[in-house]
């Protein structure tokens, strides 16, 4: 043993140095374009144009800041009142479905849970046209519930085995003294299973605010009145109004930074939950 | 069941003696019949729990994706009523000019993205895995917060990276010398650009799944190798990739289906040109329905483009089944 022990490590040494060199060639490409947006944000449409791509953070104004702010404001706005009311829908649907399938028994169970796993299969683009019909005979096209009601049932599927999994790992004799002492089922969801699987909650809440947040084609399609846009259709429109080559170009850059902040602080924030949340439900579906 | 059926009969005083004297209970059981009606309200309604979300997908997954099924037998403009159109309009698409170019660019653009995907997020995830703990959790969290980014900012920022005259690539490409093409409107660099956009292409779902995979695996089988001397790179190709098996299905069924419907990057940087060189089947139906009013058209090479996602996940589950 002592005798091997030499050569192996000497071996690891340099494997450890090659990773931590091709880690950080990995993160640095994938951050490339995010500086690249920060430091174009930052300079005026001419230094932009003149100053060429490689000339990181040249100069600091925060004017571009405030232009890009009453832009993209409105629609920010609205995607905070869109998200909140589809995920506090979609998040409770999904929870008490997730519970009856996780610890409950009825008849039929296994169809229906097979409904929920087949739904992963047809992707929402594919849908956009009948959804939009749909919407126009229901009298909510151009209406916020257009988008609230598709998202919050776009989530199930997902949401429910995502759920379910964390659901079932409590164990049964909680439940049952709870049932014992008289406790409904909702009561048990809300007092007692909620408060144990708050992690995948909240990861499956953050996964809906990615999911509305990046949305660009169904607000696009479904409303009429930009007014209304959340925020990619919102920051769209900015955009194609400005221009990415011009004097508004560094208004443009700042856009995208406002746009892509209170994402990257809310998942940053929550990151050990999200990260944990996501790895072990990919294990469990 | 029937301990269900008790608990309605009791009142929460009661409820909480029970656990006191419970034999009080057993010598009252409900035995008219509004009682057992109760009773069979109250064990039905612990299903009730699933209405809300049942009834979110009928209404808003199901019931469209049946219109849609249905949709494409009709020839329908959104404002007179809908006419009987049997199979024409499957036929219409099948042997519109649309059908080659389309066909083409939607089998390169899956086949390349799944490539990509596979490489990207499996090299990125071995890397990440192999790195000491505290690096490895840094380099864990900073790739997966771009997860967050909306694809729009990722498909502008591209758009102008990829900039003919002061783009980025071009620039780069001027200082080593490389031509500098018009990317997006060159005939043969369009399709390409689009399977660009994103580069490194790590920042997403499968790099999780396989590093949640990687670091599963079972240590005697990480312990035995690394005593039997092999070499890193035979462990990635005889240990991990054939142990991981389960996520590389994962991952490519995800990414195919995704590149599939993903028009979005299309629609905004090329509408599908230049000629049809960059066009989609999923591009195809948006235009027919959202800029020519041929609803009918659109839902039928939607039922099309579901038939074929079916069925290459069908094959790819079959391909990639864990061998027992």
Redesign the interface.
């Known amino acids: 043993m002592t005798l091997a022990t030499g050569a192996p490590r000497r071996r690891n040494y340099r494997l450890t140095a090659a990773t931590i060199v091709a880690g950080t060639l990995i993160v640095a490409l994938t951050y490339f374009p995010l500086i690249f947006v920060l430091s174009n944000s930052l300079k005026t449409g001419e230094n932009i144009a003149t100053g060429g791509v490689f000339k990181l953070f040249t100069q600091f104004t925060v004017s571009n800041y405030v232009q890009a702010w009453h832009g993209v404001e409105l629609s920010l706005r609205n995607t905070v009142i869109v998200a909140v009311v589809a995920i506090v829908i979609g998040v409770t649907a999904a929870m008490l479905g997730a519970y009856a399938f996780a610890q409950l028994k009825f008849r039929g169970k296994s169809v229906v849970f097979m409904a929920y796993v087949s739904l992963l299969m047809i992707p929402s683009t594919l849908t956009i046209i009948p959804l939009f019909l749909m919407m126009k005979s229901f009298r909510l096209f151009d209406s916020w519930w257009a988008l609230i009601l598709p998202y919050a049932a776009g989530a199930q599927p997902l949401l429910v085995l995502l759920f379910r999994g964390f659901f079932e790992q409590i164990p049964n004799e909680l439940l049952e003294s709870a049932r014992v002492d008289g406790a409904r089922e909702y009561v048990i969801l809300l007092r007692i299973v909620a408060p144990l699987t708050r992690p995948i909650i909240l990861t499956g809440s953050i996964l809906m605010m990615i999911t509305i947040w990046g949305d660009y084609i169904w607000p696009e399609v479904v409303l009429q009145d930009y007014r209304r846009y959340t925020v990619s259709a919102g920051l769209q429109q900015y955009v194609s109004n400005l221009g990415i080559s011009g004097t508004g170009t560094g208004s443009v850059f700042a856009a995208y930074v406002i746009t892509m902040l209170p994402m990257f602080l809310l998942v940053g924030v929550s990151m050990r939950y999200f990260v944990a949340g996501l790895t072990e439900g990919a294990v469990k579906i | 069941m029937t301990?269900?059926g008790k608990?309605v009969t009791?009142n929460?005083a009661e409820?909480?003696d029970?656990?006191v004297a419970p034999q009080t209970h057993e010598l009252q059981p409900p035995t008219s019949a509004w009682s057992r009606f109760k009773r069979m309200v109250h064990s039905q309604?612990?299903?009730v729990?699933?209405?809300?979300?049942?009834?979110?997908?009928g209404?808003?997954?199901?019931?469209?994706?049946l219109?849609?099924l249905i949709?494409g037998f009709y020839h329908w403009n959104?404002f007179s009523p809908p006419t009987w159109a049997g199979l024409s309009q499957f036929k219409q698409y099948f042997t519109s000019s649309m059908i080659r170019p389309e066909a083409r660019n939607l089998l390169l653009l899956v086949i390349g993205s799944i490539l990509i995907t596979l490489v990207s997020q499996f090299v990125?995830a071995e890397?990440?895995s192999?790195?000491?703990k505290r690096?490895s959790t840094v380099?864990?969290?900073?790739?997966?917060?771009?997860?967050?980014?909306?694809?729009?900012?990722?498909i502008?920022?591209?758009?102008?990276?990829l900039?003919p005259t002061?783009?980025?690539i071009n620039?780069l490409a001027g200082l080593v010398g490389l031509p500098q093409p018009n990317w997006l409107t060159n005939n043969h660099l369009a399709l390409v650009s689009i399977l660009l956009i994103g580069?490194?292409w790590?920042?997403n779902?499968g790099f999780?799944?396989f590093?949640?995979g990687i670091q599963?695996l079972p240590k005697e089988i990480m312990e035995a190798s690394?005593i039997d001397?092999v070499g890193?790179l035979a462990r990635v190709f005889h240990v991990d990739i054939p142990m991981l098996m389960p996520q590389f299905r994962?991952v490519v069924v995800l990414s195919g289906?995704?590149a599939?419907?993903?028009?979005?990057p299309i629609?905004?940087l090329t509408n599908g040109g230049p000629g049809n060189e960059t066009m989609v089947p999923?591009l195809d139906?948006?235009q027919s329905?959202?800029q020519d009013s041929n609803?009918g058209y659109?839902?039928a090479i939607?039922t099309a483009?579901?038939v074929a996602?079916?069925i290459f996940?069908l094959i790819a589950m079959r391909l990639l089944r864990p061998r027992t």
């Open positions: 301990r269900d608990l009791l929460p409820a909480s029970s656990l309604s612990k299903s729990l699933l209405l809300p979300s049942l009834l979110l997908i209404l808003f997954s199901y019931y469209p994706a219109r849609s949709g959104g990125a890397v990440v192999h790195l000491p690096p380099a864990k969290y900073l790739l997966t917060l771009p997860i967050v980014l909306p694809p729009i900012v990722l502008d920022v591209w758009a102008y990276l900039n002061d783009g980025l620039q580069f490194p790590v920042s779902l999780l799944i590093l949640g599963n690394r001397g890193w994962i289906v995704y599939v419907q993903n028009f979005i629609l905004l999923a139906m948006y329905a959202f609803y659109g839902m939607g483009l579901f996602m079916l996940t």
